[in-house]
């Protein structure tokens, strides 16, 4: 719902985060969607909360969902950086811009769109989308040369399984690691 123009590389489906969902109210948790009321509505389901299709949608209850959250999953959007004002947890899928929109804190994860290279007739490596021509727009900035491919079902509910079940003494992966290095380069 980030704007209604299907090209816009920061809109997501919401059919992709039905696995995610099962995983978190199978854990006894809730979901409230954020957002707003010119998104598509979530299926109806036990625990799940539709919060932008709600008499109760504000700007003030937003804020104050988001403070009271146990882990914020999200995209590269305003929700995420209140979450981080508020020091809670959060996990990023469908992330379209991997300099500025990259977990900042020690156990915060985040997964990237797909990045489809026209010319090569592939999609590229996570090296070669660090190594690829970039600006502060992203790949967005370069359309007809690249396509950006939602995160499936399965990878948002890995992501959110591995977040869900993270010791407290969480320690970096070597892919982690490595991948924080080529950004940093």
């Known amino acids: 719902g980030y704007r209604q123009d299907s090209s816009i590389n920061r ?3 919401i059919e ?3 696995e995610a969902i099962k995983v978190i109210t199978a854990a006894g948790g809730w979901v409230v969607r954020l957002g707003d009321p010119t998104m598509s509505h979530v299926p109806k389901t036990e625990r799940v909360i539709d919060y932008p299709h709600t008499r109760f949608k504000s700007e ?3 804020i104050y969902l988001i403070s009271q959250c146990r882990l914020l999953i999200g995209t590269n959007s305003g929700p995420s950086d209140v979450a981080l004002l508020f020091k809670k947890p959060t996990t990023l899928v469908n992330t379209c811009d991997w300099a500025t929109s990259l977990p900042l804190r020690k156990g915060d994860l985040t997964i990237l769109k797909h990045v489809y290279s026209r010319p090569l007739n592939r999609f590229l ?7 690829e021509t970039y600006t502060s727009l992203g790949f967005k900035a370069l ?3 690249y396509v950006m491919v939602q995160n499936t079902s399965e990878e948002i509910r890995d992501v ?3 977040s869900l079940n993270q010791p407290d003494d969480y320690i ?3 892919l982690q690691i490595a ?3 080529g950004r940093n380069q």
């Open 11 to 13: 809109n997501a489906s």
């Open 16 to 18: 992709n985060y039905t």
């Open 60 to 62: 003030l209850m937003d």
């Open 125 to 131: 490596s996570i090296q070669e989308i660090l190594e």
């Open 143 to 145: 359309p007809k040369k």
């Open 160 to 162: 959110i399984e591995e």
């Open 172 to 174: 970096y992966s070597d």
């Open 179 to 181: 991948f924080n290095k």
